[in-house]
């Protein structure tokens, strides 16, 4: 494995890690959307309140790794995807600032009023952001970056508009999972089994996407097509492997588990995504060999990625630790 | 000019702007995610060595750290974003150069996230000795992530760590570009203005409470904590801050020389305070009563000689009035705090036992959260503005670093409105939190809580 390869695979752990963390906090914003009226909703967004609070901002951070890893290991296909998908990185930009502001303020909303404005704020906004995350992984893998593509809007495209649809659905997945077990352990009984009704039905929807989505990318996107179904073939075994699991475990509720088995099915598709559209960083244009920067800043990279390793995780387990045992709440 | 050529042709003008409005926002928001934990510390030390009124303003900062930070880390990821899309030109080239520096600040700024995370949510879960240690990771963390962020824009500054052979940029060393040298100064210069926005800031804010009668020990802590802080670092700034206007006369003689507004290169330069730079000289300003004082400033000698702009052609020069005036708004706040702290320290050690009783000394507190942004700000516009046309000092032109995008001006819109909403919005719920606590409220339960349902009616 090159020193590209392993930043490459470096960048990829992160984005898996930011899809599963953060995409189950960006999921809370549909059902936060449909909890209903302020007192039927009550129980929901507290609930929803209380999951997200202490680990929103550190799930966060695993984008800016992202981000910041692409443009110092890989420069110049940073700048062509950050060039040709300017339109979707604002609509993510906007949301984010909407979300996490959104989410701050109404926890400490003085009136109802300014607590409805702020909870449609934030959940709106966690709805759409993942849409335009998934159009912009969709155009990449499509192999419309720095291909010269001109004749259509890049992110817009087939592969990009599925990328959007299985981004959104998936995170109100890892959402429902979440919250049920989150709701099953504070103790709320019903709000847990209206949850877990609400996993169910995004499982089947996720899992129906994800699997007639195929379908055009062998014409949309023949690159990753083909790479899903040989070196990705295995993650994407495991994802629906992992996926019926959840379903298998949420029935016999056995909530913990039926967790895990999500972060595994979503885990394992983006991972499927990675594996497949390798060698490319931008598929049919550059390599992760020709895009990768100076060999000294690569190096220098997976040493700080190293110590991030040694001081972030740590820190991380100690944080989940916390709020899973429910010691930390408010 | 046609508009279309506005927007295609001119991304540069709203580009810089955007970023200008983007940086200007999140740094006063990042100086409390620096600062606020030193001083949660001491607070939360005292609490847990049994003052409960110090326990209870800790409990309050934790709250209001947790919004401030939560809008600066949005700002901050808007701020990510604008690298990539405002200045693909410069990153596509050099951001292997300082990408090792972004990617240790996004460690530090981690480690923050996740102990912020820690802290504000472990009131009474966790024993107070082991809570207050949360804290200790955030100082730290908050100061290397200052270093490293200011260790990209000193070598902005001071580029360094690679060479540029047949127009190709080689043998790049990241850790140089780190440890470039501009860093440590700059680096220093930012630390201290960070402690002293957050601590002014709540100096500020608590002043305004004691004043209008809330004279408890609470308030009497707001003031007097922060102050702490603040009266250390306001006296240094100076200081620093003459080492690193005298690394510039070095290294970027065309920025100091827009600052003293000095046409042409001379010697015994004198000092002129205020007026307007008219293209060939300073006209209407007061001449400063010391010959050649700018000469000593800047090389340490009265007839010293300085670098004036005309060394440089017309399309290298920065803008100077912008830069001059920021320069010294900066100054002359900076000098106007240090008098503020140099009273202050005299008053302490003189008359401890009425120390807060002079309403004078206390409107100018109220004064002082203000005042440092603004010397704060334009310090940032003074190096920033001060180093155009450049984006990295004579090496790559800030006109070159731009996107062709044509949707500038539609972003620097959307962001001028997007925070204005969430600043004002932001100022709202800080509002209204601290009247929500000057009426006896304690934990601010949200409208959703469970001991407020009973106020839901449908």
């Known amino acids: ?330 | 000019m046609t508009p279309d050529h506005l927007l295609i042709a001119d991304a540069l003008l709203p580009a810089r702007n955007q970023m200008a409005l983007s940086l200007g926002a999140h740094i006063i928001l990042a100086c409390f995610g620096v600062a606020m934990p030193a001083m949660l510390f001491v607070l939360h030390r005292m609490g847990a060595n049994g003052d409960a009124a110090a326990l209870e303003l800790a409990k309050r900062w934790s709250k209001i750290s947790g919004v401030l930070f939560a809008i600066g880390a949005v700002s901050g990821t808007i701020l990510a974003f604008e690298m990539g899309l405002l200045w693909p030109g410069l990153m596509e080239q050099y951001g292997d150069v300082v990408g090792l520096a972004f990617t240790l600040e996004g460690i530090s700024f981690f480690v923050e996230a996740i102990f912020l995370g820690m802290y504000v949510y472990s009131w009474g879960r966790l024993p107070a000795k082991a809570h207050q240690l949360l804290l200790l990771p955030m100082i730290i963390s908050g100061m290397s992530g200052t270093f490293f962020i200011m260790s990209v824009n000193s070598w902005m500054n001071a580029p360094t760590g690679f060479d540029i052979v047949n127009g190709q940029i080689v043998n790049i060393n990241p850790w140089a570009a780190i440890f470039n040298e501009a860093v440590f100064l700059q680096y220093l210069h930012m630390l201290l203005a960070a402690y002293m926005v957050a601590a002014f800031t709540m100096v500020s804010v608590y002043s305004v409470g004691w004043l209008r009668g809330r004279r408890d020990r609470l308030h009497r802590l707001g003031i007097l904590v922060p102050l702490a802080f603040a009266a250390i670092a306001t006296p240094i700034q100076p200081i620093v801050g003459h080492f690193a206007g005298q690394a510039i006369a070095d290294r970027q003689p065309i920025k100091l020389a827009a600052i003293e507004g000095l046409p042409v290169t001379e010697s015994e330069v004198p000092i002129i305070l205020g007026g307007y730079y008219d293209g060939n000289e300073v006209v209407g300003g007061i001449e400063v009563p010391i010959p050649g004082l700018a000469s000593f400033l800047a090389q340490n000698s009265f007839d010293a000689e300085v670098i004036g702009l005309n060394d440089v052609p017309v399309e290298d020069q920065p803008p100077v009035n912008v830069v001059r005036f920021s320069f010294q708004i900066m100054v002359g706040i900076g000098s106007g705090l240090a008098l503020l702290v140099t009273y202050v320290g005299y008053r302490w050690f003189r008359h401890r036992d009425t120390f807060l009783d002079n309403p004078w000394m206390l409107r100018a507190f109220t004064l002082t959260g203000v005042a440092s942004i603004i010397a704060m700000e334009t310090g940032w516009i003074t190096t920033e503005v001060g180093r155009q046309p450049w984006v990295v000092h004579g090496i790559l032109r800030t006109e070159d670093a731009v996107t062709d995008g044509n949707w500038v001006w539609f972003t620097l819109i959307g962001l001028i409105i997007v925070y204005l909403g969430m600043f004002a919005a932001g100022f709202g719920v800080l509002r209204s939190m601290s009247k929500r606590w000057a009426a006896g409220e304690t934990d601010l339960e949200s409208p959703y809580g469970p001991g407020r349902i009973h106020e839901l009616v449908s």
């Not at chain 1, 909890?35 to 209380?50: H, S, T, V």
């Not at chain 1, 990328?163 to 995170?171: D, H, P, R, S």
């Open chain 1, 1 to 330: 494995m090159s020193a590209a390869d392993a930043v490459a695979a470096v960048m990829f752990a992160a984005v898996t890690l930011y899809a599963v963390s953060a995409g189950a906090d960006f999921g809370t914003g549909l059902w936060d959307l449909l909890a209903g009226g302020p007192k039927k909703g009550a129980p929901m967004r507290r609930l929803i309140d209380k999951a997200l609070g202490p680990v929103w901002e550190a799930n966060h951070v695993w984008l800016i790794f992202v981000i910041v890893l692409l443009w110092s290991g890989f420069p110049r296909p940073f700048a062509t995807i950050m060039r040709e998908l300017a339109i979707p990185f604002w609509f993510v930009g906007l949301g984010i600032v909407l979300r996490g502001s959104g989410f701050a303020f109404r926890k400490f909303a003085p009136t109802l009023q300014a607590a409805r404005l702020a909870g449609i704020v934030f959940a709106g906004s966690s709805f759409v952001t993942p849409f335009f995350l998934g159009t912009i992984a969709g155009a990449i893998a499509s192999g419309r970056v720095g291909t010269g593509v001109e004749d259509e809007v890049i992110w817009l495209s087939p592969t990009s508009i599925l990328g959007g649809i299985l981004a959104t659905a998936t995170c109100a997945f890892l959402a429902a999972v979440f919250l049920t077990e989150e709701a099953d352990r504070s103790g709320d009984v019903e709000l847990a089994e209206e949850l877990r009704l609400k996993a169910f039905i995004t499982a089947a929807v996720t899992g129906m996407v994800a699997l007639f989505g195929t379908v055009p990318l062998r014409d949309d996107a023949p690159t990753l097509f083909d790479g899903l179904t040989s070196r990705g073939a295995p993650e994407i075994i495991l994802s629906t492997v992992a996926g019926l699991a959840t379903l298998h475990f949420l029935r016999r509720r056995q909530l913990r588990t039926a967790r895990i088995a999500a972060v595994i099915a979503v885990a394992a598709i983006v991972l499927g995504w990675g594996f497949g559209q390798y060698p490319w960083i931008l598929v049919d244009s550059v390599t992760i060999e020709e895009g990768a920067g100076h060999p000294a800043t690569l190096t220098a990279l997976l040493v700080a990625a190293g110590l991030a390793a040694l001081i972030v995780t740590p820190a991380l387990v100690m944080l989940y630790r916390l709020a899973d045992t429910n010691r930390l709440s408010h």
